[in-house]
């Protein structure tokens, strides 16, 4: 069984900045591609960014420049640092990750729980 548990969400001012973590446990082989998606109220789930295994970051357009997301091999986390939050980031953050849980076995796609992020303007 495979679990991705996000942390560092809340309520922060317009302006500020906030740190997400994401951590994989359970049975895992090897964790190839993490990210980080969003989800506001009333609109689909959206790209936030996602990084490679080796390290390849790839972010969304509309917010390269104010957020940086990162990972850490040895402890299966991957962050997200945002940073000069507006009122429109405000949603629940869900962590992904393509995961290999054994040997010989296919990569399958796993969601975290989501962690509100909530701007105020």
């Known amino acids: 069984q495979v679990q991705l548990v996000e942390s560092g969400g809340g309520l922060v001012q317009a302006g500020g900045s906030l740190r997400l973590s994401c951590s994989a446990s359970g049975s895992i082989f090897r964790i190839n591609t993490m990210g980080w998606y969003r989800q506001a109220p009333g609109k689909q789930r959206e790209l936030v960014a996602t990084i490679s295994r080796d390290g390849t970051p790839n972010y969304a357009d509309s917010l390269k420049g104010r957020f940086t997301i990162s990972r850490d091999n040895a402890k299966i986390t991957v962050h997200l640092q945002m940073n000069s939050l507006k009122f429109e980031d405000t949603a629940v953050y869900y962590c992904?990750?393509?995961?290999?849980?054994?040997?010989?076995?296919?990569?399958?796609?796993?969601w975290g729980q989501g962690t509100q992020v909530t701007v105020s303007s």
């Open positions: 992904n990750a393509g995961i290999v849980p054994g040997w010989g076995l296919r990569e399958s796609n796993y």
